[in-house]
């Protein structure tokens, strides 16, 4: 099983009926393929991690970088990952602004670094040798805290 993390710029305005569609059909298909994962929501950015079996997280992953709503897709990083973080969610999803200000934090410290490696134009990374990959798992376990405590939205 693999974990992904990218961001994503849209190319239209993020209104609530969008957001809406794209959670319905992620949720189908991820289901369908044994993906589980989380959208967060930033303005007019995604970021989202998807884990599951490597193969239908690549598909997932090419079908939305060929998504024509998204102008910007950023750099890919992925680990290999032993368990599931999002067990039970075929796509959870929220707005950076309902968070706590510890996963908030995290949140805009992963868009930092995916700008930075995206304006470096580097290939995929493995995050667990990179800073995102430090990033990656703060947000982790803050979300984890965050959701134990709130019941965020799945």
């Not at 102008?71 to 039970?88: D, E, H, L, P, Y």
């Not at 990179?130 to 376990?141: E, W």
């Amino acid at each position: 099983m693999i974990r992904v993390f990218y961001t994503s710029d849209l190319a239209c305005s993020a209104d609530r009926e969008l957001i809406e569609k794209i959670l319905r059909v992620s949720r189908k298909n991820n289901e369908r393929d044994n993906i589980t994962g989380f959208l967060i929501l930033h303005e007019n950015k995604i970021m989202q991690l998807l884990e599951g079996p490597e193969d239908t997280v690549t598909a997932c992953v090419k079908r939305i970088a060929g998504d024509p709503r998204h102008s910007t897709t950023g750099r890919i990083m992925k680990s290999v990952a032993t368990q599931r973080a999002f067990k039970g969610w075929s796509m959870g999803c929220a707005n950076i602004h309902d968070m706590s200000p510890a996963v908030s934090d995290c949140v805009r410290d992963l868009y930092q670094v995916a700008e930075r490696v995206d304006e470096a134009q580097s290939q995929e990374i493995h995050w667990e040798s990179q800073s995102a990959g430090r990033l990656i798992k703060s947000f982790l376990t803050q979300f984890s805290e965050f959701n134990r405590k709130t019941g965020a939205a799945a």
